[in-house]
């Protein structure tokens, strides 16, 4: 048995053997396994080497239709939205990304009260990079560093946040469109 496989617009592109799914050099006229489809032919009816029908090319790609496109339309959507998500964090170490949240709490404690009771890990940060545990360096420095926290976790969040409206709106799309070639056509325009 064989499968033949079209490219994009119905053309065969390749017959392999299902056996072992080597590709079968067909277009050679002596070549043994050529031959063999021939007989095939004979048998079975002409082997149809016709572009298909873009309907009969979707009906091959997706046979649950119109919704199967769709479903992998929207898990393709899924995977391109993590893939965005994940950018925004790119080049910061597990270890630093989780404290982010953290850091972001004794920021706003701070900034609040001015005291590192509830910020001792900003405290250490600070009197690190001045260089000094005079409380007026280290008091300046952690603002400094606890404004930066809370600039970059907005920057971060409003970025997230855009992501996921996007991804919410490209899905409503998705699930509006009437055909395949609508589907397919939309997904490739899909961009973060």
């Known amino acids: 048995m064989y499968h033949i496989f079209r490219d994009e617009s119905g053309v ?41 029908r873009r309907e009969e090319l979707f009906a091959l790609q997706f046979p649950g239709g119109l919704e199967e496109a769709k479903q992998l339309a929207q898990n393709k959507l899924i995977a391109l939205a993590e893939l965005a998500q994940e950018k925004l964090t790119e ?40 260089a ?19 600039e970059k976790s907005d920057i971060l969040r409003q970025a997230s946040v855009r992501i996921s409206g996007n991804r919410a709106k490209y899905s409503n799309e998705i699930a509006n469109l009437s055909t395949i070639e609508a589907v397919l056509d939309y997904v490739s325009t899909i961009s973060f």
């Open 12 to 52: 065969v592109d390749a017959v392999n053997r299902k056996s072992d799914g080597k590709s079968v050099p067909w277009l050679e006229p002596k070549h043994p396994l050529t031959i063999e489809l021939r007989e095939w032919e004979k048998v079975n009816g002409k082997l149809n080497l016709e572009p298909l």
């Open 91 to 130: 080049g910061y170490s597990s270890t630093e990304r989780d404290t982010w949240e953290r850091k972001e709490r004794e920021s706003i404690e701070f900034l609040k009260t001015k005291l590192f009771t509830l910020s001792k890990y900003l405290e250490i940060e600070a009197m690190t990079i001045c």
């Open 132 to 150: 000094s545990t005079d409380r007026t360096k280290v008091v300046a420095t952690a603002t400094m560093l606890a404004q930066k926290v809370l």
